[in-house]
């Protein structure tokens, strides 16, 4: 490696704020046995409530293609 003996300021990009901080969790007690529902148990409970209806039907779409004839010489 060749380096230039002439010692030039190397220019310095601003820094970007590396400092991260994390939140400190702090278990609470642990809830009772009937009060332990997941999102999923409550979700399967409206869901079974829920009356049901069906399923919308997808009105048919039409596309539509251009007839292209490519002519190659």
Request: hydrophobic letters at 25%; glycine letters at 2%; proline letters at 18%.
């Amino acid at each position: 490696l060749n380096l230039p003996k002439g010692k030039k300021p190397a220019p310095r990009a601003a820094e970007p704020n590396n400092h991260t901080e994390y939140a400190s969790i702090q278990p609470g007690p642990a809830p009772a046995p009937e009060d332990n529902l997941t999102y999923a148990d409550l979700d399967m409970v409206h869901l079974n409530r829920a009356p049901k209806q069906p399923a919308p039907k997808p009105e048919p779409s039409y596309s539509e293609y251009a007839s292209v004839q490519v002519q190659r010489k």
